[in-house]
């Protein structure tokens, strides 16, 4: 008789790809993540997911360029965190003092900061499973951009374990990237209102 999964830390050790096959698989080179060692392919994006990992991808490479601190990743960059578990985040950042850990295909390990944008096929994943293995493994801070509830929350890590950071007064401070900040409206602005620039952020943010 078989039990139902719940979550995909319940997945027998039978079912269970290897990190190795994983990254193996010729599938690997589209937008996925290995699991617990489940394979999930991405589905496609829809235009509001792009439009803000456009948006996100814009204003942290901007800081983190003019900072000088480390490196940004988009959507097909793989982190291996342990035998089971390949990550693909949305956006990510690695502080220099640990690129040596990149390789030509995936990274050995976390990244620093990792953002996800929640799309209806990856909410149990990206609020359950990789909230819970961020953590573990060595994530510092996680950005979960949720379109439909149009909200943003930042985890930090405590103790290996990934805590909600409340923003204070709207802004979203960052702890991995001291002086980077944004305002949620930004991100989500209100009915009626256009997101501000990339220049526009750069110059509140004191690059320009």
């Excluded at 589905?43 to 439009?51: G, T």
């Amino acid at each position: 008789m078989s039990s139902r999964i719940h979550t995909l830390f319940d997945t027998p050790a039978k079912a269970r790809m290897s990190a190795e096959d994983y990254i193996a698989s010729p599938q690997s080179e589209h937008k996925s993540d290995l699991i617990e060692g489940v394979f999930v392919m991405a589905s496609p994006a829809s235009r509001v997911h792009e439009v803000l990992l456009t948006f996100l991808a814009s204003v942290l490479g901007n800081f983190v360029s003019s900072a000088r601190v480390g490196e940004v990743t988009g959507p097909n960059a793989a982190y291996r965190l342990n035998e089971e578990n390949v990550y693909q985040p949305d956006l990510s950042f690695v502080a220099a003092n640990r690129l040596h850990l990149a390789g030509e295909v995936y990274f050995d390990g976390a990244p620093d900061l990792a953002v996800e944008i929640i799309s209806p096929s990856s909410r149990q994943y990206d609020s359950v499973e990789k909230l819970v293995n961020y953590g573990r493994f060595g994530v510092q801070e996680y950005w979960l951009v949720d379109p439909v509830e149009r909200n943003v929350t930042l985890y930090g890590n405590v103790g290996g374990q990934l805590v909600a950071i409340p923003p204070a007064e709207g802004v979203l401070r960052s702890r991995v990237l001291p002086g980077f900040w944004l305002r949620a409206e930004w991100i989500f602005p209100p009915e009626g209102q256009d997101r501000p620039g990339e220049l526009e952020i750069a110059r509140a943010q004191g690059l320009i």
